[in-house]
């Protein structure tokens, strides 16, 4: 089975004038290797790729590709209309990604078994491994527990991306023990990777990467007292990152850095004044 452990950054898209700033990009990415990360997700949610022409995006993956130094990446990839999502795969299946991301085709509300047909369907037309995400906040579809194991038994779906909001359907997939778990509320990541969850997709390890690293190593290692320590000092940057709609605070603190420019693409928009003021702050 492939492994998806350990910090993995949903990276932003950075912005310069209105288009793809491909160089800060690139020297994101390379800031992130030296960290220690396990890996990227390019094209998630924090990447705003609903706001890309599929060009854009066929190129943010390629300099994300080109960058990570080997690091496997991940490719978002989702949808409401199951063979438009299976034909992106297909194109997908050349590139040398580590795997792909999907959530559940939003709006529709779809049944359960809609559910387990759509996932079924892009994981039959993906050569590589499929990583479910389940986030029913954004797409107005939960994924229940029963149809995470029965999708647990293709060859091709391997992870979940964690933002269900149930404790009891994280622990019972920890459990099943067939779904490697990353957790994707980052708030949830340490009390869910106490629990035997793989790791976690954390936008807020845009800010201090190599710190999340130290605390999910210590983790594996058994140090649970190091990595409590590391833990409660990110706190205040995970519950920051998150104050308003992501992914305008990571931004935000990243322009802070003087690493990108603070853009976004509308519908979003930069955070409020004083939580820029509060991110240059905490961040610097």
Not at 151 to 172: N, P, Y
Not at 213 to 241: C, F, K, N, S, Y
């Amino acid at each position: 089975m492939s492994e998806f452990s350990g910090i993995w950054i949903p990276l932003i898209t950075p912005f310069n004038a209105g288009a793809v700033d491909h160089a800060a990009l690139d020297a994101l990415v390379r800031r992130y290797v030296e960290a220690g990360v396990a890996g990227f997700v390019a094209l998630g949610t924090t990447g705003e790729p609903a706001a890309l022409s599929d060009e854009e995006a066929d190129n943010v993956l390629a300099t994300v590709l080109a960058s990570a130094g080997g690091l496997p990446v991940v490719a978002g990839v989702s949808g409401n209309h199951t063979a438009e999502v299976c034909e992106r795969i297909a194109a997908l299946n050349e590139r040398p990604i580590a795997g792909v991301l999907a959530a559940a085709p939003y709006y529709i509300h779809p049944a359960q078994a809609g559910v387990i047909g759509h996932f079924a369907a892009l994981a039959d037309a993906s050569r590589k491994p499929l990583i479910v995400y389940d986030i029913p906040a954004r797409t107005g579809v939960r994924i229940e527990l029963p149809s995470l194991l029965e999708l647990a038994a293709h060859e091709r779906i391997v992870a979940v991306k964690d933002c269900g909001g149930s404790l009891d359907k994280t622990l019972a997939l920890i459990l099943d023990g067939r779904l490697q778990v990353l957790c994707g509320e980052d708030i949830d990541m340490f009390g869910a990777m106490c629990a035997g969850a793989s790791g976690a997709i954390a936008a807020s390890a845009h800010w201090r990467p190599e710190r999340f690293v130290a605390m999910a190593r210590a983790l594996q290692e058994g140090r649970l007292a190091d990595a409590r320590a590391i833990w409660h000092t990110l706190v205040p940057l995970v519950r920051a990152a998150f104050a308003e709609p992501n992914p305008g605070p990571v931004k935000a603190g990243l322009a802070a850095w003087g690493l990108i420019r603070n853009e976004l693409r509308a519908p979003m928009t930069r955070v409020s004044g004083e939580l820029e003021a509060s991110l240059a702050r905490l961040v610097v």
